[in-house]
């Protein structure tokens, strides 16, 4: 998951991790790390590396926006859908231009922020 620099202060503020403990830089932007055992995000708890197990989010009442957003993103025509890899993608309502403008801003400053360093 991308996240802006101001995410991850926060996370380290909140956490007390070290930024390079949760995130790496990833194709030009900050993106939270997986974790090696489940292979899901390092704050998700969960003792499964099931993709459909049961997870409590650590740091919920922080998460980042693309984490709020979820699980729409955008595809390649820079359009708003539902994530095909979702397994909950049957719950959600199609996204409307607005989630696009919202997750094209979004996408803008995290790259902006990657190129600037
Ligand atoms: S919602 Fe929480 S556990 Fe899920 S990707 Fe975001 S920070 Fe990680």
């Known amino acids: 998951m991308p996240i802006t620099k101001a995410e991850a202060a926060r996370l380290v503020r909140r956490t007390g991790m070290k930024q390079a403990e949760f995130s790496v830089v990833n194709d030009g932007a900050l993106t939270l790390l997986n974790s090696s055992d489940t292979r899901a995000c390092v704050f998700l708890l969960t003792d499964t590396a099931d993709m459909n197990g049961e997870g409590i989010c650590s740091v919920y009442d922080i998460r980042p ?53």
């Open 65 to 117: 926006k693309g984490c709020q957003t979820y699980p729409y993103v955008l595809n390649h025509d820079d359009d708003a859908v539902v994530d095909e890899g979702c397994p909950h993608r049957e719950s959600f309502e199609s996204p409307g231009e607005e989630m696009a403008t919202t997750l094209l801003n979004l996408e803008e400053r995290i790259l902006r922020e990657g190129s600037s360093d």
